[in-house]
């Protein structure tokens, strides 16, 4: 859409909900102009507030996935997950959720009782309290089936407050994943029968917390974390060199992908870079502690598939290149859309 | 629905989402039987958490109105006014806001601008910061143009940690009510155009926040506060009543109605006391400082129609009863569902 064109024909596309650079654009353009506040400024997944001597962390996010249950989960864990690692990845202890549903005029309440009670159960899990919450009902047709939002508060740990800004991130610094990449999206496209699979694959849908957790409580040199959702592990790191005076490259060969993912990009002409997690998450780490890190990751992982995926360098300020299995080198960009739309 | 029908043939309904009857027995059945917490039994409107040594107030709604703009405010105002005053009446200064938006595909980007920038003209007018938020786009046809969630983050002031349970209320004790009811519904009937009106009604939305303040900070006997959205007047009281052992006595005659919202409910056959409010709230206070209170609010509001409408009986425990107009005396139940879907 050229730029020119004035704000009277401009309509909001799919594009906008993506993640990737029409979604970043929207909240430049839009959210942050308007609302205007150091906290919405830092482009984090949870802002970090201090009220007294405490530092809390509060995030919100609604979900409109389609369809509502998947391999590995449904629309309510997902949305107790997303709030959990929102928190977690910005150095906080999740301690509360509030949980609201806008749900389309005859839905099934058996599907709503099982939604809710895996809601319940994996909020027990992660050790969280959903303390107050909203039900809205619209006419059928006007939503469809049923959308959820939470948000959630937590405590960021002593010491951790400033990690969402990512400022000591430096050249040198190691990059790590704690697992395979592409779960998540893989298996909304499995559930969706997009693709006649073999052997369906599980989403990662987890909450990350207690891994993260783990981590802190080690004293080690961790400078950025943030998990990797709508936008895949490509819009990550591209969030992290944005505007910054360092660039990064990561070895296609250490980025962990499951063959049966590889498989489904191949066919659909997908990205695993680009596909969507739900219980994955980017750390940054002084070197000295890359080691240290993958081994806490993978006791607590059953998969022990957490990698050195690669660093951040000098050269290329503002830019994320893959060193692709062949031999070659590529850009990998901030995404302008998404590959499949609401997928999380 | 007899309640024996087993759950795999029941489905959500309209009514379910009123803010009546039927959405608290969901919320009975399925949320608090499911999440299970202390915060969420207290069934107020914002949970009460205390952190380290300090109290704060957290709450969720979404918004849903059909249209998005009526006289007097449009669906952002609403999401930002409606979180304030949940905090508000709940003792607290509210002091951050989320703001989570759900489009439906092709909506128009100028009316989204309008709608945020009348968001951030109300925090501000309020003093809340809205720091965190998220973007979701759906398909075309999958949901009403646009849904917003709020959740907001207040300080319980010192003193008012348990005002949200009313625990002191007493017979003896003066309910006042701080203004005209009924016109948030009445302006979104005459924005649908359902009735021929000679002159609009504007909704009543607004942030009470500061007029919340001002009564807080002169150490009055304030028991009990809550606003008056979804159900009305006649649904806070009876919360109020709900599983107490004293009554509520309120006079028809003391209770501010404006002619025109007399009227549309008279032609509508519906009750002035069902009808949503956006910027009214009932206070239940001693009967020493009741002057005191309307004072105060007279001082704040243009109207000055801040009103003593009745008062907590030892008669009739659980129940609401209305001296009408007239010399009769009606009790007031909790209505089972909406006057009229998607008002807020």
């Known amino acids: 859409m050229p730029s020119d064109m004035s704000i009277e024909h401009q309509r909001i596309l799919l594009n906008h909900g993506s993640g990737g650079k029409m979604t970043h654009e929207l909240i430049e353009n839009l959210f942050i102009r308007n609302f ?67 749900i389309e005029e005859g839905f099934p309440m058996e599907l709503l009782e099982r939604i809710v009670s895996s809601m319940a159960s994996e909020a027990k899990y992660a050790g969280v309290d959903i303390v107050t919450g909203d039900t809205k009902v619209v006419d059928k047709g006007k939503c469809d089936k049923l959308f959820i939002n939470t948000a959630g508060i937590g405590l960021v740990v002593k010491g951790y407050e400033n990690i969402h800004k990512g400022l000591d991130i430096q050249p ?112 940054i780490v002084d070197p000295k502690d890359s080691d240290q890190v993958i081994r806490i990751i993978n006791e607590a992982n059953i998969d022990r598939m957490a990698s050195l995926i690669g660093e951040i360098t000098s050269e290329s300020p503002g830019m994320v290149l893959l060193n692709t299995g062949i031999g070659g080198k590529r850009i990998i960009d901030m995404p302008v859309g998404e590959q499949l739309p609401r997928i999380c």
């Open 36 to 102: 205007n506040n150091e906290s919405l400024k830092a482009r984090s997944d949870a802002a970090i507030l201090q009220i007294a001597d405490k530092f809390f962390a509060f995030t919100t996010d609604s979900y409109v996935i389609d369809p509502l249950f998947f391999p590995g989960g449904d629309i309510g864990k997902l949305a107790v997950c997303g709030t959990v690692n929102d928190l977690s990845v910005s150095g906080a202890v999740p301690l509360y959720m509030s949980a609201s549903f806008i």
């Open 172 to 283: 040198g610094d190691k990059i790590i994943v704690n697992g395979y990449i592409g779960d998540h999206e893989s298996s909304i496209i499995s559930a969706r029968n997009l693709l006649p699979l073999k052997s369906e694959i599980i989403s990662d849908c987890c909450s990350l917390n207690h891994v993260i957790q783990s981590i802190l409580k080690n004293n080690l040199s961790i400078k950025f974390m943030r998990d990797a959702t709508r936008g895949g592990l490509g819009t990550v790191l591209n969030e992290v060199v944005d505007h910054r005076l360092f660039g990064i490259e990561i070895n296609e060969n250490n980025i962990p992908v499951r063959e049966q993912v590889k498989a489904i990009c191949e066919i659909l002409g997908f990205d695993p870079l680009y596909m969507a997690n739900e219980g994955k998450f980017v750390l």
